[in-house]
């Protein structure tokens, strides 16, 4: 179940897998490894979304996965500030910044730029910017803490608080990642496994479209690796966004997987 009233974390993992038991030691050559957390390697997190959290937005979402807490408002559509130039299709500003006390190293919040790009690419893709002309949309979202998976969830969270905002969109968006670790592809990363990552692979999409809108990798991948990697996480973003679609019905709402 996921609601405004703060229902209990629902998952969204894709086909379940075997539980790996035998060894606790990452290698390069284990293959039976197991997660810090317990997780399979092709489970997620828990995840926990809730709308309304800031009342002065016109929408706004909170998302909680794991230890990663990320906060979205948007405000608008209001005047743009170049109004003077006439579009015809409306703007999308994004904004993805870390508080002090995000990571572990206290005392280095900042904006993050290449984020804020990506969180824009995610997301221009899905809105009808044509339904509100000559105006803008600003999207600020504010990692509380980061425990892995930032980006993807800093995206999934701003699609909620559009949403929540009224803003026309074609779907939403949902964003998972998978991290390379040596011989095993794992989803929803941890920071830990982050740091040991021989490579990364994040999708976003349009589950009800089936349409990505942003692919990125990082590291050496094999073809048939990049079509697993993107096969997990077309599966477990179809399953968030059931998740988030329940979340936006209300907290009487239940999720049935």
Same mark, same amino acid.
């Given at each position: 179940m996921a609601g405004k009233g703060g229902a209990a974390p629902s998952t969204y993992s894709p086909s379940p897998t075997t539980q790996k038991t035998k060894s606790l030691i990452f290698g390069n050559d284990d293959v039976d490894w197991v997660r810090s957390d317990g997780?399979?390697?092709? +489970?997620?997190r828990p =995840?926990?979304?809730?709308?309304? =959290?800031?009342n002065a937005a016109a929408g706004s979402a909170y998302a909680e996965f794991g230890n990663t807490k990320v906060i979205v408002s948007v405000f608008g559509p209001r005047e743009s500030k170049k109004a003077m130039m006439y579009s015809d299709i409306g703007r999308l500003n994004c904004n993805v910044s870390y508080t002090t006390f995000a990571t572990p190293v206290r005392g280095q919040g900042s904006d993050h730029k290449e984020f804020s790009s990506m969180l824009h690419k995610a997301l221009e893709g899905a809105i009808m910017l044509e339904t509100f002309p000559k105006t803008t949309v600003d999207v600020f979202a504010l990692v509380l803490e980061s425990g892995g998976s930032d980006l993807p969830v800093v995206i999934s969270c701003a699609s909620l608080a559009l949403a929540d905002a009224g803003i026309m969109m074609y779907d939403l968006v949902t964003s998972v990642s998978v991290s390379g670790l040596g011989k095993n592809l794992v989803i929803d990363p941890i920071l830990e496994e982050e740091s040991y990552q021989d490579g990364s692979l994040m999708l976003t999409c349009m589950p009800s479209r089936y349409e990505v809108t942003q692919l990125?990798?990082?590291g050496e991948w094999s073809t048939p690796k990049i079509n697993e990697g993107m +096969?997990?996480?077309l599966d477990a973003c179809s399953k968030l966004a059931v998740v988030m679609r329940s979340c936006l019905k209300g907290p009487d709402s239940t999720l049935e997987e």
């Open positions: 997780r399979e390697f092709h +489970q997620c =995840a926990f979304f809730k709308t309304g =959290a800031v990125t990798i990082t +096969q997990i996480c």
